[in-house]
């Protein structure tokens, strides 16, 4: 077994604190990895607090995930010691249902193996994730990221990045199209940035006039403040992509009567309260709403190529470990530009 330092949550109100627990020794086709950088995300928090209703305890979070290869199993031959690689927000699933074999096992029929807060295939052992010193994956789930980019700020990619990229592409955004980001958070600012590199007209669409500037900033053409009616008004049947990245709870008809015909509004945000929806606003113009849950390991893996080939990364603030719960406070508060990361040399 390998020793491994880290920060768990022992109990939903203890916060996050040392902890020390064992990795597996390795299989023949495991991937070690020393983590460098790990992605602060907010279903961490949700989960370390119990706010979903499934938390395992002790649990170590964190599935946005960069390093270097210290070994491997006999049978890999993907990776050797030295690679810089990332791990994402699963690491195993079932392999052989039709959606697996498909190449889609985010959406695994027997369900996918979370990065952490997930009892492994096993039956025995509860995943672990990120917040530590390092971790063992199967070579099918581990994904090569290039050395040019800034590392730290490859790592919510993992998550951030792939969530956002994944319904983008599902949507065919391309040149001409019209393309509302709702919310500029860290998963919105991927979507800003994904859907402007694509050749998209991008509109941020907020709550808060100061995000106007930033949004900008980002590449946005444009900017609607979703509290003044007359703007929205003025948009209405307006855009072909809405990406909606709010977590908090909100009526999704507010927002469907701006898509123009057989529009589509791709949902990764996850509120804790059941959106709203008027059939209405479903039935008029033909339009759709679809979830999207992360990508799969090719589409992450092509994720990650096309942002070395574009120099697309996430804008990200890089924190010691020690102050993680201060961080999730922080998290909270939405003071935060735009994702935090974690430096386990701090460990």
């Not at 994904?143 to 998550?159: E, G, N, R, S, Y």
Request: aromatic content about 8%.
């Amino acid at each position: 077994m390998i020793a491994t330092k880290a920060y768990a949550a022992l109990s939903p109100i203890s916060g996050l604190a040392p902890f020390e627990f064992e990795r597996r020794d390795l299989r023949p086709d495991d991937v070690q990895v020393e983590i460098l950088y790990c992605g602060v995300c907010h279903s961490d928090l949700h989960q370390a607090r119990d706010e979903w209703g499934d938390s395992i305890y002790p649990m170590v979070p964190g599935h946005e995930i960069v390093g270097k290869v210290t070994a491997v199993g006999t049978s890999v031959t993907r990776f050797r010691a030295g690679d810089t690689v990332g791990v994402g927000v699963i690491i195993d699933s079932c392999n052989s249902c039709k959606n697996c074999k498909a190449e889609y096992e985010q959406y695994c029929l027997d369900g996918p193996t979370g990065t952490y807060n997930a009892m492994e295939r096993d039956g025995i052992t509860i995943s672990q994730g990120g917040y530590s010193s390092q971790i063992v994956v199967k070579e099918k789930f581990v994904l090569k990221v290039a050395d040019t980019l800034d590392l730290k700020a490859v790592a919510p990619l993992l998550c951030a990045g792939i969530t956002t990229y994944s319904p983008l592409r599902y949507a065919k955004v391309g040149p001409g199209m019209k393309v509302g980001v709702i919310g500029l958070g860290g998963l919105g600012h991927m979507g800003v940035k994904f859907a402007v590199s694509f050749g998209a007209e991008v509109t941020v669409l907020s709550t808060s006039p100061h995000k106007e500037a930033d949004a900008k900033k980002l590449g946005a053409a444009k900017f609607l403040l979703t509290k003044d009616k007359a703007q929205m008004k003025a948009h209405d049947n307006y855009f072909d992509v809405l990406l909606d990245t709010v977590s908090a709870s909100h009526n999704y008809s507010s927002y469907l009567h701006l898509l123009g015909l057989e529009g589509k509004l791709m949902v990764v945000g996850l509120p804790a309260e059941q959106p709203k929806v008027s059939p209405f606003s479903l039935i008029t113009n033909r339009r759709s709403i679809i979830g999207s849950m992360i990508g799969s390991m090719k589409e992450t893996q092509e994720m990650l190529d096309y942002c070395a080939e574009n120099n697309i990364v996430s804008d990200v603030e890089l924190i010691p470990i020690q102050i993680i719960n201060e961080a999730y406070e922080r998290m909270l508060k939405g003071d935060v530009k735009y994702r935090f990361v974690i430096d386990l040399k701090t460990l």
